[in-house]
């Protein structure tokens, strides 16, 4: 559950006036979650005309990439587990990215995960723990290196299941400010239930203020940091986590190699160079530990090619 939230020194009215420029908030429910656009601009007509085509764009992703809608593209190619089905680009392109995760991390983070997220979800809401023999008959459906891909065609053996969550939301987030930034609404912020994009801000201000959850010493407390153009993502526990018998809490974020939920009390932020990587990190790290993540993320930063910016991240 991403716990991240916005906080604002201008008012949080309908509008707000700065230079020439109007502030003005949409929210939409998309995606299981709220996804709200924030932007300045001029052209009110222009700006709500561009904010119905981001919302579009939203709703195209997730018709792609849902494990609840019984005629999504996943859907369809799990329909046809064990033969090779065309992909289109966007799935392509997203189940690369995935995969590169799945490499860099060695595994921790795993787009074929699905068979585990759907025991945890169930156990997580009818507050039933899952039993080692549920855990272990959903592990022998796990392991990215099972699927196969030919010419942009995809197979994946009988019990799979792919599992988008993870970076699907974040894409989302990143497609829906490119509408906007494609019509000239740079200035804009895009939160998708917390997974985040903050681009330009008008003249005067130095970014979005973006409140953090963090922990000092044994209390929390809420800081604020000035961001623009990057992605935010926070993973945790704070509203989906279940106790096993012995009051053990764990997460929702499930370790692919050992088929359990990461113990919590949990929470990890990241900022990263955009919401598709802050969201697929947030999971990441929050998996890995120790000396783990710095080697990952030496492999993702020569991987991805990123040098202009730097991750940032906290865990507790």
Same mark, same amino acid.
């Given at each position: &559950?991403?716990?991240?939230?916005?906080?604002?020194?201008?008012?949080?009215?309908?509008?707000?006036?700065?230079?020439?420029?109007?502030?003005?908030?949409?929210?939409?429910?998309? &995606?299981?979650?709220?996804?709200?656009?924030?932007?300045?601009?001029?052209?009110?007509?222009?700006?709500?005309?561009?904010?119905?085509?981001?919302?579009?764009?939203?709703?195209? =992703?997730?018709?792609?990439?849902?494990?609840?809608?019984?005629?999504?593209?996943?859907?369809?190619?799990?329909?046809?587990?064990?033969?090779?089905?065309?992909?289109?680009?966007?799935?392509?392109?997203?189940?690369?990215?995935? $995969?590169?995760?799945?490499?860099? *991390?060695?595994?921790?983070?795993?787009? *074929?995960?699905?068979?585990?997220?759907?025991?945890?979800?169930?156990?997580?809401?009818?507050?039933?723990?899952?039993?080692?023999?549920?855990?272990?008959?959903?592990?022998?459906?796990?392991?990215? #290196?099972?699927?196969?891909?030919?010419?942009?065609?995809?197979?994946?053996?009988?019990? &799979?299941?792919?599992?988008?969550?993870?970076?699907?939301?974040?894409?989302?987030?990143? +497609?829906?400010?490119?509408?906007?930034?494609?019509?000239?609404?740079?200035?804009? $912020?895009?939160?998708?239930?917390?997974?985040?994009?903050?681009?330009?801000?008008?003249?005067?201000? /130095?970014?979005?203020?973006?409140?953090?959850?963090?922990?000092?010493?044994? +209390?929390?407390?809420?800081?604020? &940091?000035?961001?623009?153009?990057?992605?935010?993502?926070? *993973?945790?526990? #704070?509203?989906?986590?279940?106790?096993?018998?012995?009051?053990?809490?764990?997460?929702?974020? =499930?370790?692919?190699?050992?088929?359990?939920?990461?113990?919590?009390?949990?929470?990890?932020?990241?900022?990263?160079?955009?919401?598709?990587?802050?969201?697929?990190?947030? /999971?990441?790290?929050?998996?890995?530990?120790?000396?783990?993540?710095?080697?990952? $993320?030496?492999?993702?930063?020569?991987?991805?090619? =990123?040098?202009?910016?730097?991750?940032?991240?906290?865990?507790?």
């Amino acid at each position: &559950m991403r716990i991240i939230c916005i906080a604002y020194l201008f008012f949080c009215s309908a509008f707000y006036v700065h230079a020439q420029h109007q502030f003005f908030e949409f929210t939409q429910y998309k &995606m299981g979650t709220e996804f709200k656009i924030k932007a300045y601009a001029e052209d009110t007509v222009k700006l709500k005309a561009t904010v119905t085509l981001a919302w579009q764009r939203i709703d195209e =992703i997730n018709h792609i990439f849902s494990d609840y809608i019984h005629d999504s593209e996943l859907a369809i190619i799990q329909m046809h587990r064990d033969n090779f089905i065309q992909m289109s680009d966007e799935f392509y392109s997203v189940l690369m990215t995935s $995969l590169q995760y799945c490499r860099y *991390s060695r595994g921790f983070f795993d787009i *074929s995960v699905g068979a585990l997220s759907r025991l945890w979800r169930r156990s997580i809401k009818m507050s039933d723990f899952p039993t080692d023999r549920k855990i272990k008959e959903a592990l022998q459906h796990v392991g990215y #290196k099972k699927i196969v891909i030919q010419n942009k065609k995809i197979n994946i053996p009988v019990g &799979m299941s792919l599992d988008f969550g993870a970076i699907a939301k974040g894409y989302a987030v990143d +497609e829906a400010f490119r509408v906007l930034n494609n019509h000239g609404f740079a200035m804009a $912020l895009i939160d998708g239930g917390g997974d985040l994009y903050a681009g330009d801000v008008p003249n005067g201000k /130095t970014g979005w203020e973006v409140s953090f959850s963090r922990k000092i010493g044994n +209390e929390w407390k809420d800081s604020i &940091m000035e961001l623009k153009n990057c992605g935010i993502a926070t *993973s945790g526990d #704070k509203y989906k986590f279940i106790t096993d018998p012995d009051g053990d809490r764990y997460a929702h974020i =499930i370790n692919p190699i050992t088929g359990y939920g990461i113990k919590g009390p949990l929470l990890t932020t990241v900022i990263a160079p955009n919401a598709t990587h802050a969201d697929a990190l947030a /999971t990441t790290l929050s998996i890995l530990s120790g000396k783990k993540i710095a080697r990952f $993320l030496r492999r993702w930063s020569r991987g991805f090619h =990123i040098e202009q910016q730097q991750v940032i991240y906290w865990k507790y």
